[in-house]
């Protein structure tokens, strides 16, 4: 039964989720809509690296977003690491 009290856990509902991938080895790279998307996903994978997307999320952006908060459902965002060696 988790404690919601528990430090840990109230640090852990603190850490935004890039801040998790980025704890997890990930690099976030951009953020795309398809065809744009795809083309990124499959190159990323051919030069060996490990994909993965994300929602994506207005509030956790820097750039101008106005444009794709309009439709975020169209976009990703692309966070890229070294395959593990299993």
């Given at each position: 039964m988790l404690d919601e009290n528990d430090p840990h856990?109230?640090?852990?509902?603190?850490?935004?989720?890039?801040?998790?991938?980025?704890?997890?080895?990930?690099?976030?790279?951009?953020?795309?809509?398809?065809?744009?998307?795809?083309?990124?996903?499959?190159?990323?994978?051919?030069?060996?690296?490990?994909?993965?997307?994300?929602?994506f999320d207005a509030e956790n952006e820097k750039d101008c977003t106005t444009c794709m908060a309009s439709m975020p459902d169209l976009y990703k965002t692309i966070y890229t690491r070294p395959r593990s060696e299993d």
């Open positions: 856990l109230k640090e852990l509902n603190k850490i935004t989720p890039a801040e998790r991938l980025s704890s997890e080895g990930w690099k976030k790279q951009a953020t795309y809509d398809d065809p744009r998307l795809t083309e990124m996903v499959e190159m990323y994978q051919e030069i060996g690296l490990e994909v993965h997307l994300e929602p």
